[in-house]
């Protein structure tokens, strides 16, 4: 089956301790990018990568950091997160020949 | 300045009634892409449904239509025959030409399906 996958989906943390959130993808696609959805303001992508090790800024990346060392696989660190990091995040996968993005289920993470 | 306006917080619709709901865009690209997702309460996304800036015809997927004006710069859902199950978050997104994995999203609008 075609899936995105994101683990952990739920997290409590506190402030300062490093945590990875992964991000995983079955379907070939060169297209990666890692959002947060906060109420009543969408959804903004935090980082995108075209390809393996292309990654690129999105509109608020501040205080996060990925890596693209596999097409598949594209994990979202947070190196000393913070209660501002509270969030739903999401990762997303797309393909040039294909219009939509597949999202993977969502990760809550609460820091405290 | 907003990629993506959606002014619309939340809706009521009755069962079986017609809704629309608004999107808005900015971009000075001739070539974008413009998208709805749907977030039903259980979080997931839900893709339904893409215009590209040069298509000549309304995209349609079902009970979906996308009402695209692109002098007006807007992108309206409509949802035919509204059922209980499209209560939901509904997103409104675009993607520029210049960058196929730029994507801007708006706020959201929340949709009631009253029975």
């Known amino acids: 089956e075609a899936q995105v996958t994101q683990n952990p989906r739920y997290l409590i943390t506190v402030t300062g301790k490093k945590l990875t959130v992964t991000c995983s993808q079955n379907?070939?696609?060169?297209?990666m990018s890692w959002y947060r959805q906060d109420p009543g303001l969408g959804l903004r992508q935090i980082y995108y990568?075209?390809?393996?090790?292309?990654?690129d800024k999105g509109d608020v990346p501040e205080g996060y950091k990925v890596s693209r060392k596999e097409k598949r696989n594209f994990p979202l660190i947070l190196e000393s997160p913070s209660p501002n990091q509270t969030s739903l995040y999401f990762c997303?996968?797309?393909?040039?020949?294909?219009?939509?993005?597949?999202f993977g289920p969502g990760t809550r993470l609460t820091v405290l | 300045a907003q990629k993506i306006t959606q002014t619309q917080p939340g809706m009521f619709v009755q069962e079986k009634e017609a809704v629309t709901l608004d999107c808005t865009y900015d971009?000075?690209?001739?070539?974008?892409?413009l998208f709805w997702y749907k977030q039903p309460s259980s979080g997931e996304m839900i893709f339904l449904i893409y215009?590209?800036?040069?298509?000549?015809q309304n995209a349609t997927e079902g009970r979906y239509s996308l009402n695209f004006q692109k002098a007006r710069k807007s992108a309206n859902l409509v949802i035919s025959a509204s059922q209980l199950g499209d209560s939901a978050m509904y997103f409104c997104?675009?993607?520029?030409?210049?960058?196929?994995?730029?994507?801007?999203f708006g706020s959201g609008t929340k949709l009631n399906v009253k029975p």
């Open positions: 997104a675009m993607r520029e030409a210049g960058n196929f994995n730029k994507f801007y």
């Open positions: 997303a996968s797309s393909a040039e020949e294909y219009n939509e993005q597949f």
């Open positions: 971009t000075s690209d001739q070539s974008y892409g």
């Open positions: 215009q590209g800036s040069y298509d000549e």
């Open positions: 379907m070939n696609h060169e297209y």
């Open positions: 990568s075209m390809n393996v090790e292309v990654t």
